[in-house]
């Protein structure tokens, strides 16, 4: 999925204006690359009817950097399909807690069992009472006893000769007598949904009442993953999911369609073999994962915080009126660095692709100290006022500044330029104003 996200990504990122088109092609782009990682295709369609509102409406178009403002949309978009933060787990209003644990065989649901119950001491400093309630497979008891062992955990079992809602009942006696607060019940899985596990599934439910059911999706298995967590929930009302083996799903297609098939939160995710490899859901990340793009991410974030739209506003007026002075690029430039490396920043600040002299000429960084130090030394009319400089005052700044008179000299003259161009640009976009930032 990334992968296919990342050239799209790259292309719009750094567009000064974007047009319906662009926003067309980005949005076929995403489409398939969300079918490619089997997103049920219905969750798609929404998705990117979304995207598409959104994308041409004005929170886009009257930003400054049009082309992060739609990937940041389909980001916010994918963040909002898996749901918001909820790794909350149940508290009974009576001790213990019950939660139950369901899903296919192979799913996870022992080795989640051990990791809840992990999660329950170290971050709740609760002590679960583990129950062994797959009869049907000679190993399962044996294994959630192995992990019991492992994390010095009670496990309680009867064999494989009681009915596991029997079992159910028993443990939670137990748990009381031995004031363990919560029980996690593992119960047994299919390899297919079957009518005969559904209706041991239910009994169970029925009988214990539990406070959580956890449904355990084995994310590796794409769209069929989303079948069955849809056919659990109907039959069982899960209250959340448990999404196990992320570590090795790169696509992430059943974490983005989980939700808006069930409509039940993801609560946690299962994230290696290991019971220290589970970790609370979070959607954000997820989606960040998804598109690949972290460091796009970190830039945006960049430039939200750093370039003020009001400044940027008020400066495109300057340049509109060519009033622009030595002051407003002192400050620009200030912006500038402290955002970091700027070939990164070219992208994003607005317009600056199409001024390409503009960056080969004066944005390099070494140069760059110079500059500010050339314009620190000139006053205030100066700097308003570049003009008024006569041979003796460029002399005086090029000392002052540690430079040389030429490199004054350059400097007033690429500013000249700069403001001509700047004018030039404000001057084709008249007419337009409102849609879209160009400078
Ligand atoms: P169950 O049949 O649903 O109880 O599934 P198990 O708990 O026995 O797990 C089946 C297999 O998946 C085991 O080999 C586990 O080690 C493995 N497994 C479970 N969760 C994860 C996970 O989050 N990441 C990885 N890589 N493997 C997992
Ligand atoms: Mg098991």
Redesign the pocket.
Known sequence: LADRLQGTIKKITGKGKVSEQDVKEMAREVRLALLEADVNFKVVKDLINRIKERAVGQEVMESLTPGQQVIKVVREELTTLMGGEQSKIAVADRAPTVIMMV??????????TGKLANHLRKKHNRSPLLVAA?IYRPA?IN?LETLGEQLDMPVFSMGNDVNPVDIAKKAIEQAKAEHNDYVII?TA?RLHIDNELMDELQQIKSSVKPDETFL?VDSMTGQDAINVADSFNEQLDVSGVVL?????DTRGGAALSIKAVTDKPIKFA????KTD?FEAFHPERMASRILGMGDVLSLIEKAETNVDEKQAKELETKMRNASFTFDDFLEQMGQVKNMGPLDDLMAMIPGAGKMKGLKNAQLDEKQLVHVEAIIQSMTKKERQEPSIMNASRKKRIAKGSGTSVSQVNRLLKQFEEMKKMMKQMTGTQKGKKGKGMNL
């Open positions: 899903g296919l065989q192979g799913a996870g649901k022992t080795t989640t797959d399962a294994q593992d899985g355990v196990t083996k992320l570590d090795g299962g994230v290696g073999e490899d």
